[in-house]
């Protein structure tokens, strides 16, 4: 069966691994063909994101679904990124410290609003209060500047910098999958003819993302900005969130004290640099967090484009030989999994990719 995955950012690479796997555990004889207007190398907005993987957190502000796709990917992504390093002898690194959040004391109105949210979404034992002691235990170098936290312990954030280039080795390694880069495929129907390639393929999984849109109804880009930073001396070990009633905050750490911090969520379609305004309103809050960020280095300021339909809700839209995966706005990490396995799962009882 000849199948083709058209984008291959997160989604698209996520898909084409999996169906791989897919296909050699069942016996089957699939061929793949993974197809990018861009280079496998290319800096796109799967690797700009921080990766982090929230199904509670980012389960507060929005809907119940969050958390179900959420705990789904988090238990997927620890299955499968040990099954990836061991296959490619190659370490990709998952933080599963968890989730810390915080806010400054002046904030405490936010601080009470997002308590009784959480407390009405997230089970009891997935959400614990910390203070001074508990907290210090946690972050250390926070305990200073902050006496009270709620950490959720089922929380991580994968090293997509890592991952990006395993899974472009695993490709390179693979006889049942095929890379073509550098081609713009513009549309996309149910026949399951690609007249770029003028190649007619038994399935096609469109995985675009942004370049999709001339092709789906009620989608948008929303406009996401990160900084990412050396910070020599600043030791901060987990995902931490700062509740702030004008600039929420989160840092994702790396290794050897790199941080991302982010993100600005702006309703515009434009990709041009970070603003002064953004710029500054990331990294003021940060230095409000740790004075230890006063003598960090900018490495970058990234901007990053997330393909969002009108609900801020993915969607799988399958037909008979076309099935399009898109919408994973500002949650790529935190859903894709979830999808990949809920579309190989109805290809199996379709014998599809048999
Ligand atoms: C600042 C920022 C921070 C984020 N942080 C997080 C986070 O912490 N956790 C989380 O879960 N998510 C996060 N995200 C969201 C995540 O990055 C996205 O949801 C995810 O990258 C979307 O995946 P995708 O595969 O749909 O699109 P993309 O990753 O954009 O991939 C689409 C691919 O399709 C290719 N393509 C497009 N058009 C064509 C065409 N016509 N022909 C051929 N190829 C084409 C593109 O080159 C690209 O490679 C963040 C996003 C941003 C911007």
Redesign the pocket.
């Known amino acids: 069966m000849e199948l083709a995955v058209?984008?291959?950012?997160?989604?698209?690479?996520l898909l084409a691994w999996r169906l791989n796997e897919f296909s050699k555990e069942q016996g089957l004889n699939s061929k793949i063909t993974l197809?990018?207007?861009?280079d496998l190398n290319?800096f796109?907005?799967?690797l700009?994101?921080?990766?982090?993987?929230?199904p509670f957190t980012e389960a507060v502000n929005t809907e119940e679904v969050t958390q179900i796709l959420g705990k789904k990917s988090y238990q997927l992504w620890q299955e499968w990124l040990p099954e990836l390093e061991e296959q490619m002898g190659k370490s990709i690194g998952f933080n599963q410290k968890g989730t810390l959040l915080i806010s400054h004391p002046q904030d405490d109105r936010d601080w009470q609003r997002f308590v009784i949210k959480a407390k009405h979404v997230v089970p009891e034992d997935k959400m614990q209060f910390v203070e001074n002691e508990a907290l210090e235990e946690l972050e250390p170098e926070l305990a200073n500047s902050f006496s009270k936290g709620l950490f959720f312990a089922n929380e991580g954030?994968i090293n997509n910098l890592a991952l990006y280039p395993v899974l472009n080795a695993y490709f390179a390694r693979s006889e049942d999958v095929q890379v073509i880069e550098n081609?713009?495929?513009?549309v996309l129907k149910d026949n399951a003819y690609i007249s770029e390639l003028n190649q007619q393929f038994d399935h096609v999984f469109d995985?675009?993302?942004?370049?999709?849109k001339a092709e789906l109804n009620q989608f948008r880009s929303?406009?996401?900005?990160?900084a990412r930073v050396y910070a020599p001396e600043v030791n901060i070990s987990r995902a931490i969130r700062l509740i702030h009633p004008r600039f929420p905050l989160?840092i994702?750490p790396r290794d050897n004290h790199e941080y991302i911090i982010?993100?600005?969520q702006i309703e515009s379609e434009i990709d041009t640099p970070v603003t002064i305004r953004s710029g500054l309103e990331l990294l003021s809050a940060l230095y409000s967090l740790h004075q230890g960020f006063g003598e960090a280095q900018i490495i970058d300021f990234?901007?990053?484009?997330?393909?969002t339909f009108i609900d801020n809700l993915p969607r799988i839209e399958t037909d008979e030989k076309l099935t399009r995966?898109?919408?994973?706005?500002?949650?790529?990490?935190?859903?894709?999994p979830a999808l990949i396995s809920g579309v190989l799962e109805h290809f199996k009882q379709e014998e599809l990719v048999a």
Do not use: S
């Open positions: 058209v984008g291959a950012g997160l989604a698209g690479r197809i990018d207007e861009k290319f796109g907005t799967g700009i994101a921080a990766a982090m993987v929230a954030a081609t713009k495929i513009t995985c675009r993302g942004n370049g999709a929303v406009r996401g900005e990160v989160y994702a982010g993100a600005t990234l901007v990053g484009l997330r393909p995966i898109n919408g994973l706005y500002r949650h790529g990490y935190l859903f894709a």
